[in-house]
Nanobody
Framework: VQLAESGGGLVQDGGSLRLSCAAS????????MVWYRQAPGKQRELVAA???????NYADSVNGRFTISTDNAKDTVYLQMNSLKPEDTGVYYC???????????????WGKGTLVTVSS
């Protein structure tokens, strides 16, 4: 499965973006879909995850501002980002895991990432 992220770009503090992650195959059978991000000089961190059953998990720093969702008909995972802050700047990666876990080391497939820059 190949993943292709899109939707990144430059946005002002308080703005919104929607990231998309299109898969080359069906995502319906995967246990978990995730978005991670890596800020300059920092390690990659979990932003949001959703399981096949629809359970979600968010980093404390984005809870209430970001929403992860999937469209199985389009084999696409989305990340709606509202009230963006400069500290949200980074490269955002989507990932798929056959198992129902969002642990980074367990992710089976990764996209190449899309850059999000939030200016103050």
């Amino acid at each position: 499965v190949q993943l292709a992220e899109s939707g990144g770009g430059l946005v002002q503090d308080g703005g919104s973006l929607r990231l998309s992650c299109a898969a080359s195959g069906s995502i319906a059978s995967f246990g978990a879909m995730v978005w991670y991000r890596q800020a300059p000089g920092k390690q990659r961190e979990l932003v949001a995850a959703i399981t096949r059953s629809g359970s979600t998990n968010y980093a404390d720093s984005v809870n209430g501002r970001f929403t992860i969702s999937t469209d199985n008909a389009k084999d696409t995972v989305y990340l709606q980002m509202n009230s963006l802050k400069p500290e949200d700047t980074g490269v955002y990666y989507c990932g798929l895991n056959r198992a129902r876990t969002w642990r980074e080391s367990a992710i089976d497939y990764w996209g190449k990432g899309t850059l999000v820059t939030v200016s103050s």
